[in-house]
């Protein structure tokens, strides 16, 4: 699984540009998406099943 974190360029108050996290998007690696939910759990769009992260 690959997660992907956007980023959006945006000014601040003093007038510098600074990266912010957008959002993030999960993926396996054939590119399917995958949803959270909860930190150790992933759920794949597609099919409905169930990931648990192996610590």
């Known amino acids: 699984m690959i997660v992907y974190e956007h980023f959006t360029l945006v ?3 003093a007038g510098q540009k600074v990266e912010v996290i957008g959002h993030q998007e ?3 690696l054939d590119g399917s998406p995958v949803n959270y ?8 769009v597609k099919t409905g099943k ?3 992260r192996v610590l």
């Open 11 to 13: 000014e601040n108050s």
């Open 26 to 28: 999960a993926r396996l």
């Open 37 to 44: 939910c909860s930190e150790n759990v992933f759920e794949i």
């Open 50 to 52: 169930l990931l648990h």
